[in-house]
RNA sequence: GACCCCUUCGUCUAGCGGUUAGGACACAUCCCUUUCACGGAUGCGACACGAGUUCGAUUCUCGUAGGGGUCGCCA
């Protein structure tokens, strides 16, 4: 039998990183068995919901990379997906529980389901077999007076009704599984197999909550990650793929993924190794992804790139390998795309307290003039010439170079950067610091 | 309080009876670097505790402690 997994979040906030991890390893069990991804909105909390909720889960998940087969914007032959919309399907369960003589009702009209108090144990693929004593609480309330169904039962009704045959979710369910199952039982079906997955931690240790950095997917869209190293970082907190390294891609994780592996202990989360993850699938980029991926935060910081995407390329390329997030590109190459760029307060004072400094600037510009061979190479071969003739060590040319053609102290290798730019605005560049000294 | 899950370096983890307990992030030092970074090397650093099983326990069992979770007319 096909496999049939699903997401089913509530639409009352932002998309959870521990939601969202739920639903990656559902949708990796799907994906490696060839079996479906179902996402259903569990929305029966009228007053709690929001359109913003709802469309931050579908913007997230599919910022992620994690495509649902049936559900909202997709359909399905098990919809409607909303849960709010199946309000008939709940009522001829809820009639089929009250004729097993499951049901019963309080003074003020809330319906409450029968436990059936038996033992009961949760096959579980990923912790192995849980096992519950007869319970001793108190049976639990399935419909309120007002006539809405409580989450209990519409999730259980729903993975019936929607033929799921693994339900993999957040650990913290695990002491309500065994009412899901007397529920199913006492609806006259199979229970499916559960999967309880090991919470995600604040590094304090406690549960992730919404105060705490990285949250909320949409943290990560606005600041900057590539979807693909939030994929792998999140897949990291809960498994561990069999794999030289630890970056990897979607396609990888869904060939190496088994449900079984998954680990049975809570994970802290590290923002600084995510972001190390993002800095190796920033390197993975070719050209054209580091275009798009750069462009609209270089947009965002007012820099106005252009058209000419080679270039672009060029001056991303330069700081590629310094960089992790894409917020960073702005303040490592805004200079690339304007000759009116600022100065940093430090280049200012560095170059104004070497009394050198516009003798050698000449010199350079005049050196630099005279080369033939624009290259990195070339370049090199002319900054030690002008050194040789000045009387100065080569290094003591590079951060005048640095500070004229960037205004900055951190940036590209200084020969690539007078390449990217090329001979006449580099020299050019050399003219106004010169100009700025005067 | 009751019940459930969990416990290897600071963090994420490998390990599925015999290993000098391995890797990654972070940190420290060194190297590379005519500039800025990257990078490389080395170091630091862990089996929660107590019994039991065994020739032999990080690994299996039990207990204790600690952490987390659930016990809603929230999901």
């Excluded at 996402?39 to 709690?48: F, P, V």
């Excluded at 820099?303 to 390329?317: C, E, K, Q, R, V």
């Amino acid at each position: 039998m096909s496999i049939r997994v699903r997401f089913a979040p509530s639409p009352t906030g932002y998309l959870h990183v521990g939601g969202a991890r739920t639903a990656l390893f559902n949708w990796l069990l799907a994906r490696k068995s060839g079996g479906t991804f179902i996402l259903r909105i569990e929305d029966t909390d009228e007053a709690r919901n929001t359109e913003a909720a709802m469309n931050a889960i579908f913007e997230g998940l599919s910022w992620l990379g994690i495509d649902w087969d049936e559900g909202p914007q997709k359909g399905g032959d098990y919809g409607p997906y909303f849960q709010s919309q199946r309000r008939s399907i709940y009522d001829a369960y809820f009639k089929k529980l009250e004729e097993a003589g499951r049901v019963y009702f309080e003074a003020n009209g809330a319906a409450r389901f029968k436990f059936s108090r038996e033992a009961i144990t949760i096959p579980d693929v990923v912790c192995g077999d849980i096992r519950f004593a007869p319970t001793e609480e108190p049976d639990m309330t399935i419909r309120r007076p007002d006539g809405g169904y409580i989450f209990h039962f519409v999730n259980v009704v729903d993975d019936i009704e929607m033929g799921m045959t693994h339900v993999i979710r957040g650990e913290d369910h695990i002491s309500n599984t065994w009412k899901h199952i007397d529920l199913f039982r006492a609806l006259g079906h199979t229970p499916p197999r559960y999967g309880h997955i090991p919470l995600l931690l604040n590094p304090n240790g406690s549960k992730m909550s919404k105060r705490d950095d990285g949250a909320s997917i949409d943290s990560y869209i606005q600041a900057g990650f590539l979807p693909q190293a939030v994929f792998n970082y999140l897949c990291l907190l809960g498994w561990t793929p069999k794999l030289e390294g630890e970056t990897f891609s979607a396609q990888q994780a869904v060939e190496l993924f088994d449900i079984s592996d998954v680990h049975h202990s809570n994970a802290r989360f590290d923002m600084t190794k995510c972001t190390w993850v993002n800095q190796q699938h920033l390197r993975l980029l070719d050209d054209a992804d580091l275009v798009a991926y750069a462009r609209p935060w270089l947009e965002k910081a007012g820099i106005t790139p252009g058209s000419d995407d080679a270039y672009i390329a060029h001056t991303l390329n330069s700081v590629k390998e310094k960089v992790s997030l894409a917020s960073e590109f702005p303040s490592w190459v805004h200079f690339f795309f304007t000759e009116d760029f600022a100065f940093e307060d430090e280049v200012m004072t560095k170059l104004k307290a070497n009394a050198q400094a516009p003798k050698l600037l000449a010199a350079l510009q005049s050196g630099l003039q005279a080369t033939t061979d624009w290259s990195e190479a070339g370049l090199g071969d002319a900054v030690t010439k002008v050194a040789a003739s000045e009387g100065v060590k080569a290094g003591a040319l590079m951060p005048l170079l640095r500070f004229s053609l960037s205004g900055q102290t951190r940036g590209p290798d200084v020969k690539v950067m007078m390449v990217v730019l090329g001979q006449e605005r580099s020299i050019a560049r050399l003219g106004r610091a010169a100009a700025l000294l005067a």
